[in-house]
């Protein structure tokens, strides 16, 4: 890689890293392990980067292998731990901050931890990332009508989650 | 609210501090692994290559190219005709290698081939020791039993018939071959004529022709005739030979 693509790489990671990171850690509930999938997304990215670099679309790579190395490092895991854990957001409950503010985080990712892996990117990329639903279904590598019926099935799945009965989510099937 | 999801998952992600990608680590990172992939590719592609080139050479090495033949299995003379005593030609076929006067010659054993012709049925050849040439003929595959009709040279020309025996071989048929030398200096274009009326072109090389052509003529029978004329650049064509 010459010179100047490896500033332009070397720029890309100081401004979208956090970003990828961000994504990252809502489909795994783990700081760490969200840190390992961008890690991992960014090498990718950096062997791929003179191609990118040429050609474009580096912002949409970039997306997909982060979501890519998050959902293969779960599915490393064992298949009984719950993504995130009970324990995981206690232990990161921050004890300053205002106890409303902590609550609704911790009730949206324990609600996101237990949705399967599929239907949790469609959410966090659908209403987090902003994707369309072809964006999205890009970045899972599967048919808009899969990420259509993913995303309604796991927002029935939040509206009957017990800690978001107080939210309306039914406006997002819209 | 629409913003409600976005702003819960905004809130969870915000609460974490900032991911800071120690970006020297990650390039020099980077820059090990796609040393590491080259490196790996170049292994992968030479390992490729010489599997590929072994096995060639393997099977390349199973093609007997020395100027010692291998022994055939031995030909039981069958015919009444009194023949020369048949030598071992190449691959287990049967054959002849006699000399230019048609007595048998332990041809196959000399180490240079001038030049050959081949065809479905066999091949005919002309080796040289260091002073003697042989004129060969290999009948392959089942061979034929009743290989040898000699052929010594005679007005100018070794004429042999051979067998034509199976893999499509034509009942009635048989091989002829013709083979002879040429004047030293510029080689004429050879062309043969042979009974059947047709012409065909014999393979010139080192002072020396053969030519091998399937014809109608029953095995075993007569030797048909066969007319070589010679055709020299800026000339006419002539008769050389005929028999």
Known sequence: ?174 | MTNQLKDLMTEAADAQAPYVPDVDLLVRTGRKQVRRRRVTTAIATAAAVAVIAGATTIAVGTIDRSENLPVAPAVTPTSQVTRPEISAPPGGSTGLCTTADGSASDGWLWPKVVLYVQDTFGMSMVRRSKSNIAFCTTEWGNGAKLSVVPGGAKAGIVLRKSAAEGRGAKPGSSVTTVFGTVPAGTPPRVTVETADGYVGVAKVKDGYFVYRRVEHSPWPGPIPHAIVRFKYAGKAEYVAASR
């Not at chain 1, 990671?13 to 783990?30: E, F, K, S």
């Open chain 1, 1 to 174: 890689m010459d010179s100047e693509a490896e500033s332009e790489y070397t720029a890309f990671v100081t401004h979208h890293a956090n970003a990828m990171w961000r994504t990252a850690y809502l489909l795994c509930g783990d700081r760490r392990r969200a840190e390992d999938a961008t890690q991992e997304a960014l090498l990718r990215l950096y062997r791929r980067w003179p191609r990118l670099y040429r050609k474009g679309g580096i912002v949409a790579y970039a997306r997909k292998v982060v979501v890519s190395a998050t959902l293969d490092g779960l599915r490393r895991r064992s298949s009984t731990e719950l993504v995130g854990g009970a324990t995981y957001f206690t232990a990161e409950a921050d004890p300053t901050d205002h106890v409303g503010r902590a609550e609704r985080r911790l009730v949206i990712t324990q609600a996101l931890a237990e949705l399967p892996e599929r239907q949790r990117a469609c959410v966090v990329l659908r209403y987090f990332d902003d994707l369309s639903v072809d964006e999205t279904a890009d970045v899972l590598g599967c048919r808009p009508g899969t990420v259509k019926s993913q995303t309604m099935r796991a927002l029935d799945k939040l509206q009957l989650h017990p800690t978001l009965a107080d939210f309306n989510l039914a406006e997002l099937k819209n």
